[in-house]
């Protein structure tokens, strides 16, 4: 007889806190559905922790693993090679481990992209980005280097926002502005694609970002980040304008995807992804 493997390919996520991240969830159940003899753990592991865990990762020949706050830019100084996205963010939530060499990749922003490009060919477009946090700096510049014409950022904070058009500016092609982010604002003139990236709607089913939403036209394209609800009031108000929308879930889901793809060289199977997510998400 065939002798059993009890071994596993080990994955996980480092960061403080964990215990909600459901990452966890939507990889093992990947793993299961493709038959990939793996395991996802979540580990709790804070900045003074993260050198000794990513050696332990190391040591236990670990596959790769996501990290969150508060280690996304502190991976950095233990990782062998950036690539070209994660460089110019500054921040790393991807690491593959490959004969002991650590590479590092962000695939929030490319999780948006890939969401978005399904719907839309985002080259050549012009894009609004409300927010100029973390979620924000990696789609803008993800955005940017696949092809978006311009960039305006819109945040309450004038410096963070000025700091993500300067970054824009000075490592992609993309043209980047700033605007000041007023109580109502109209967004005139209307870009092709309008982005929230703030945390505006997170677990909050009717808080919606304070623009003015009654000048939304039917040709404008509206994504969100919030995966939890998916359906936030910005999309509810856009469909309502006829947009074409796009949620933060799929968003999610398609950083699962590259997951499995970085850690595996497989392609993903997203449905068993999406369906933990929506379970998770909408009970
Ligand atoms: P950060 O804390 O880094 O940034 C938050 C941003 O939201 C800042 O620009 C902040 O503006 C802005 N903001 C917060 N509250 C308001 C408000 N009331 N009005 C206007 N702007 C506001 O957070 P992240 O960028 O890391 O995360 C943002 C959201 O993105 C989270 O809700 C998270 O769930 C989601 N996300 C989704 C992912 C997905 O795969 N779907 C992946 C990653 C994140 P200011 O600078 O002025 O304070």
Known sequence: ?????????????????????????????AYQHQGIPARYINCDVGKAQLEQAVAGAKAMGWRGFNCSIPNKQAIIEYIDELGTSAKVIGAVNCVIIRDGKLTGENTDGKGFVEALSEQIDIKGKTLALLGAGGAARAIAVESALAGAKEITIINRDKQKGQELVDLINDNTEAKATFTPWT??????????????????????????????????????????????????????????????????????????????????????????MRKVLQKLFTG
């Open 183 to 272: 109580p109502g604002l109209r967004i005139d003139p209307l870009p092709d694609i309008l982005v929230n990236a703030t945390s505006v709607g997170l677990d909050d089913a009717d808080a919606i970002p304070d623009i003015e939403t009654e000048s939304l036209e039917s040709s404008l394209f509206v994504a969100d980040v919030i995966p939890n609800p998916p359906q936030t009031a910005l999309l509810r108000k856009a469909a309502d304008k006829g947009c074409r929308t796009l949620n933060g879930l799929n968003m999610l889901v398609n950083q699962g995807a590259l997951n499995l793809t970085y850690w595996f060289d497989k392609e993903a199977d997203k449905e068993p």
């Open 1 to 29: 007889a065939e002798q059993e493997n009890f071994l596993s390919d080990l994955t996980g996520s480092f960061s403080s806190p964990c215990a909600e991240n459901p990452t966890v969830a939507v990889m093992e159940a």
